[in-house]
């Protein structure tokens, strides 16, 4: 688990777009930069994100996920 330096931990949507969700009673917009959706929260958010099943066209599966520090690296510079 990375995060940033105001403590909170980075959580990626698998894929690029900017994604509106309510998990856990909480909403949240997935911030695109770079071609990478990501999500600063609190390290207590974390379990229901990385727990949460989503999709479309009827797929069912669990999109969120912890980045590495790589993809963490492209969504904030642009380079790896």
């Known amino acids: 688990m990375i995060k940033d330096e105001n403590g909170k931990v980075?959580?990626?949507y698998y894929?690029?777009?900017p994604k509106y969700v309510?998990?856990?009673g909480k909403e949240y917009v997935c911030d695109v930069r770079?071609?990478?959706s990501m999500l600063l929260v609190?390290?207590?958010e974390v379990p229901a994100l990385l727990n949460?099943?989503?999709g479309c066209c009827g797929g069912q599966r669990k999109v969120f996920s912890l980045p590495n520090q790589e993809?963490?690296?492209v969504w904030c510079t642009g380079n790896r």
């Open 10 to 12: 980075y959580i990626r």
């Open 15 to 17: 894929q690029p777009v």
């Open 22 to 24: 309510i998990v856990a």
């Open 34 to 36: 770079h071609a990478v």
């Open 42 to 44: 609190n390290e207590n």
């Open 52 to 54: 949460h099943i989503g």
């Open 71 to 73: 993809t963490i690296n």
